[in-house]
């Protein structure tokens, strides 16, 4: 197994425009970035994954690019970008950016001059057709093919209709596209998180689809196409090999048997993905505001699994929430009577788990979901969408608006709940969203001033890790698989073995064979701590245990 920086690294995930405001417009900002700089090193990361800052007209707030030049105005500009670049790499830190290349935005120069003829040099930037070809849907609902009344003709769109999607086959998209990338890396960016980059090559004889549920179109139909690989390769080949980089693709849709055509060492296409199988078990065949019950042995096999397929030759990354999903304490803790232990047990599982950890903006305050009281306090054009269809489709938006606050975007981009003043800290303004009226008891300020808060645990968490290779390196093995209460699993190598138990219950959870000659219990949830009951864990207990072998 090769020793590489990126597998050592934990990743912070910023949204940018929740993260701090500096100039009272309520829109978080690249100087409120460089305002936290050093809370960020506190916390122990090292490297910061950046949500698109580039000029967009936000209808999917920033996943909708404009131009990949130029700093977005409400976030700055490319002088508060350099000093924000300049800043994190002061404090040994490193900035990954991210790379949204699977669609532009419809304002993008080289869609505005795509559409204007047939004949344009820019035609085939994006998939036009004379006819809709096919059924393909959106992954926010309607059509995935819009009419452009200018030519007449249909273009693909496989998010909104803002967002055409770019034509990989064509040669200049990818030669426009290496250049741009070479425009970042050769500021001094140390690598990027690839937007659905899964999703890049297209099925182009464009077949209905015939999958019943999204997820199997996902990996069926939109993702994996014939050239990925082709173009990952190529791209690695002209651009990535060429910079000492971090690479994560978003890989939406890829099933864990093809994972290691894309991070494969010998693959030569990218370091590690996310992919998204745990993340996507409760989502119904109508995608995620069609929930289903989910089953805590599978969540767990799920990441046994993962680690089998992937870990010999390739490398994992491990993430239980980001920008797209529900706050990971609501949803895999329980962020009432257990918040606080329960985001720490949550830590503990993404740090000591076999693969790059990354934690998204809050999850280190135990921030949770906001459940907002009408659709009005909703921002995410995910939820705009859904909402027109319930209505269109005569459905109670009523019950819609129970699902939007249980399994929204939104979610995760509150603000950042920085202190107890006005808006949490985060803006002097009026933030663009709501803030999460909990901001009182959870936020940055009250963690900080208490040894035992949660981010004083990810903090314990994140030099433990990197104090003991056999947790980045070591072997990983689940034990006790079918626990409806516990998941405990061991980490080794030849020098050291760590023994985890997570308790992921409101019950206490009775436990066999606790690990005893030799093994010393170097962490566990504070509160309980004190008087562990050897042969139990108390609700959402969580303890580490090591010994050097
Ligand atoms: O939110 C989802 C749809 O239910 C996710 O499946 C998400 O759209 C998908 O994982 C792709 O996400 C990425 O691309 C989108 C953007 O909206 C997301 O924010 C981004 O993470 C289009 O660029
Ligand atoms: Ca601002």
Known sequence: MKKRWWKEAVIYEIYPRSFKDSNGDGVGDLQGIIQKLDY?????VDVLWLCPVYDSPNDDYGYDIRDYRKIIKEAGSMDDFDELLDGVHKRGMKLIMDLVVNHTSDEHEWFRKSRQSKSNPYRDYYFWKPEKPNNWQ?????????????????YLHLFTRKQPDLNWENPDVRIDIYKMMRYWLDKGVDGFRMDVISLISKRTDFKDTTYEAFSDVMEHV?????????????MNQKVLSQYDIMTVGEAVGVPKDQALLYVGEDRNELHMIFHFEHMHMDAGPGGRFDPIETDFIRFKKIFTEWDKAVSQKGWNSIFLDNHDYPRMVSRFGNDSEYRKE???????MILTMRGTP?????????MTNVAYPQFEDYRDV?????????????????????????????????????????????????????????????????ELDDADSVFWFYNRLISLRKKH??????????????????????????AEEFRVYLNFSDETCDIENLPKN??????ANQLYSESPEEDRLLPWEARIYSKSV
């Open 40 to 44: 960020l090193q506190d916390l122990g």
């Open 138 to 154: 959106s992954f926010f609902g309607g059509d995935a093919w819009e009419n452009d009344d200018k030519t007449g003709e249909w």
């Open 222 to 234: 939109y993702a994996n196409g014939p050239r990925v690989h082709a173009f990952l390769q190529e």
């Open 342 to 348: 329960s985001a720490k047990l949550l830590a503990t």
């Open 358 to 366: 990354c934690i998204y903006q809050g999850s280190e305050l135990g």
């Open 382 to 446: 995910e939820i705009k969408n859904a909402k027109e269809a319930w209505v269109k489709a005569g459905k109670d938006p009523d019950e819609l608006l129970g699902y939007v606050q249980k399994y929204s975007r939104d979610n995760a981009r509150t603000p950042m709940q920085w202190n107890r003043d006005k808006h949490a800290g985060f803006t002097d303004g009026t933030p663009w969203i709501n803030v999460n009226p909990n901001y009182m008891e959870i936020n940055a300020e009250s």
């Open 469 to 494: 290779p056999v947790l980045i390196y070591g072997d990983f093995e689940q034990t006790d698989n079918d626990h409806t209460q516990l998941f405990a699993y061991r980490r080794w190598n030849e």
């Open 518 to 523: 030799g093994f010393e219990m170097v962490m």
